[in-house]
């Protein structure tokens, strides 16, 4: 990713917020209008991820952590430095989703709504978090595209079969934007995602899953990004603790070449297997809403 992209990327942010504080005052929504300024303005934060504001954002963080990383360099930074960003990012979405949008209950599959009320701050912190840690998929070419498209394709579906038009047509746009680059990234890859894009993609799709009220299916759609996080934690632990390795490399994909399978085959069965999970997490999402 480009300086140019992340200096675009913070444009982009600036100028939704000014519209949003902007718009209220000099375009007051008539009563029952959909305030599409305050729905789509934590995605468009996202969208200003994919373009390089989440590397901005890091190395700034760094440099006031550590007072010694350039600001825009494109090093990667410590996992303390991105887990504090993402707490930080998921505060202020907490903030956004509970004061400003009013939310303060989440739906269980098949259950009644949950009342949380405060709590959706933390909850939120807390998705944000494990999906930022879930950027070790990238380790492929080809594998955080594909699954991220698929997901993404899924929760266009989800929107649009909810009405949410405005959400399901940003949702079909980033699957787009995906696809675009997955064109390139296939093997052998000529473009790379690498934390800029996974970062700015997991922050998005936090937003999404709130906008769509389906944080507790999240898990189900989003599988391949659940496991391979799994299989660093659970490592890490096992090494700590037992003394010795559950795999033979963490994240799991790379396990997976260790015993032999090549590369490609690894993808491809990522793939199927996100496919598979994105089509039962939109049912089950859709089928408990009646």
């Known amino acids: ?9 913070l444009i982009i942010v ?3 917020v000014a519209v949003a504080l902007a718009a209220p005052v000099l375009a007051p929504y008539p009563p029952g209008a959909v305030n599409l300024v305050g729905r789509l303005a934590p995605p468009a934060i996202g969208t200003g991820n994919l373009l390089g504001t989440d590397q901005l954002g890091r190395d700034i963080l760094s440099r006031l952590i550590y007072g010694t990383r350039t600001i825009l360099t494109l090093a990667p930074i410590s996992v ?12 202020i979405g907490g903030y956004w989703f509970y004061f400003k949008l009013g ?21 939120f912190v807390l998705v944000m978090v494990a999906l930022f840690s879930s950027g070790v998929i990238d380790g492929l070419d080809g594998l955080s595209g594909g699954i991220m498209a698929i997901i993404f394709a899924a929760y266009t579906g989800i929107a649009y079969f909810q009405s949410q038009i405005d959400l399901a047509a940003f949702c079909a746009v980033v699957t787009g934007g995906i696809l675009a680059f997955l064109w390139f990234n296939i093997p052998p890859a000529r473009f790379y995602m ?16 709130f906008l769509t009220d389906s944080v ?7 599988l391949p990004l659940l496991i ?20 033979l490399v963490a994240p799991l994909h790379h396990h997976f070449e260790a015993i032999g399978w090549p590369a490609y085959k690894v993808v491809m069965r990522y793939w199927v297997i996100g496919i598979i999970c994105g089509l039962i997490g939109m049912i089950l999402t859709l089928i408990s809403k009646f």
């Open 103 to 123: 939310m303060d209950s989440v739906s269980l599959p098949f259950i009644e709504e949950w009342q949380i009320g405060f709590w959706l701050v933390p909850l």
């Open 194 to 209: 690498s934390e800029t894009g996974i970062l700015g993609l997991t922050t998005t799709l936090t937003v999404v899953a």
């Open 14 to 16: 600036l100028a939704y």
């Open 1 to 9: 990713m480009s300086h140019r992209g992340g200096r675009l990327g």
């Open 216 to 222: 507790f299916t999240l898990p189900i759609i989003a």
């Open 80 to 91: 303390l430095a991105s887990v504090t960003l993402g707490t930080v990012l998921g505060l």
């Open 228 to 247: 391979t996080s799994l299989s660093v934690i659970i490592q890490l632990l096992s090494k700590k603790i037992r003394g010795r390795k559950v795999f």
